[in-house]
């Protein structure tokens, strides 16, 4: 992408995980680094855009000026900043792992290690912060989603892009070596709304970032 194609858009990307307290020293949570959110801030940053890093608990830091950064830590919390960002953006990247759960209650108390039995959590489900913004969508911004799948990746990642309203989907599969949660290196295709699919090869989350802001500024007017 040139300079100019993001020069001060507003980019909202969401990044690395949520966690669903338990009680006060556990959570429910998974294993995203961040890296490839966090990657995009940067490029995207770099090309003159302005962006707002929502970010869940990750150990990673941004430097950049025109990278505003919202840390929080739910996927309540995450809802709510994206929520107020997404209506003044002209486009946002969810690059989030987003809890789909949380325990419907949090103990105020840690919970202690009962003698005999199982131990029962009752979970409750989360809102879907990418489907909640592709029906507020209005017809000039754009909506990338991403998905991490195992199995049956391509038939999940289209119901995804439609389910959710996306202008594209980047999806990522836990079959490929190097690719997903943790690594430095990721393995994507974009599929969009005409149906195109590009794959590309193996890649730092570096240059993965500049492939996918690529295909988001052919659709950024
Ligand atoms: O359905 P699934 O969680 O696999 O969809 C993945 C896409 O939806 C990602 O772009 C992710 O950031 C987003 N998502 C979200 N809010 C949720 C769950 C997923 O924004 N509660």
């Known amino acids: 992408a040139s300079k100019t194609e993001l020069e001060k858009k507003k980019i909202l990307i969401t990044a690395g995980p949520t966690y669903e307290k338990i009680d006060p020293v556990r959570f429910i949570g998974n294993y995203s680094s961040g890296k490839m959110g966090f990657a995009l801030a ?39 900043a994206a929520i107020s960002e997404f209506p003044t953006s002209d ?27 199982d131990m029962m959590l009752h979970l409750v489900p989360n809102k879907d912060i ?27 990642a289209e119901s995804k892009l439609q389910r ?27 599929i969009d709304r ?3 699919k590009i794959e590309y090869p193996l890649k730092s989350k570096q240059e993965v970032a500049a492939d996918i802001i690529n295909k988001l500024a052919t659709l950024l007017k």
Do not use: W
Request: with cysteine; proline share 3%; hydrophobic share 40%.
């Open 42 to 80: 940067e490029a995207c940053a770099r090309k003159g855009a302005e962006v707002v890093l929502i970010a869940g608990p990750v150990s990673l830091k941004v430097n950049h000026p025109n990278i505003k950064r919202i840390d929080v830590e739910s996927a309540g919390e995450m809802y709510q």
């Open 91 to 117: 486009a946002a990247v969810l690059c989030a792992a987003v809890a789909d759960y949380r325990p419907e209650n949090q103990e105020p108390e840690k919970i202690k290690r009962e003698t005999k039995g």
């Open 130 to 156: 990418a489907a909640s913004l592709g029906a507020i969508k209005r017809e000039n911004q754009i909506l990338v989603g991403f998905a991490l799948e195992t199995k049956d990746e391509i038939f999940h």
């Open 164 to 190: 959710k309203n996306f202008d594209f989907i980047v999806l990522n599969s836990l079959r490929d070596q190097g690719a997903g949660f943790r690594c430095d290196t990721n393995k994507i295709a974009i």
């Open 194 to 196: 005409l149906g195109e």
